[in-house]
């Protein structure tokens, strides 16, 4: 069992930046940030192994960066240049458990 509990959302404008982050209840290989935005899938976003290796999606890439504190189990989420169609909820995840999410909403 893993507990995650994401923070850092709310309300930017077009442009702004965003920082948010996952605490897990124990250490794990892998974890993902996905988002869902309403009416759509759920998907991934980025994702980082225990020693750093990452994977983003194509549209965030170079907008987003992914982190992870071992030593704390905390997992980030930097979000830069941000845009209106990065509007979702955004959950972390690893193995089968998932957070609650945080709503990251980009709006003038």
């Known amino acids: 069992q893993v507990q995650l509990v994401e923070s850092g959302g709310g309300l930017v404008q077009p442009g702004g930046s965003l920082r948010l982050s996952c605490a897990a209840s124990r250490s794990s290989s892998v974890f993902g940030w996905f988002r869902q935005a309403p009416g759509k899938q759920r998907e991934l976003v980025a994702s980082?192994?225990?020693?750093?290796?990452?994977i983003y999606k194509d549209s965030v890439r170079g907008r987003f960066t992914i982190s992870i504190d071992n030593a704390k189990n905390v997992v980030y989420l930097q979000m830069n240049d941000l845009r209106p169609e990065d509007t979702a909820v955004y959950y972390c995840n690893t193995q089968k458990f998932w957070g609650q999410g945080t709503q990251v909403t980009v709006s003038s």
């Open positions: 980082i192994t225990s020693i750093g290796a990452t």
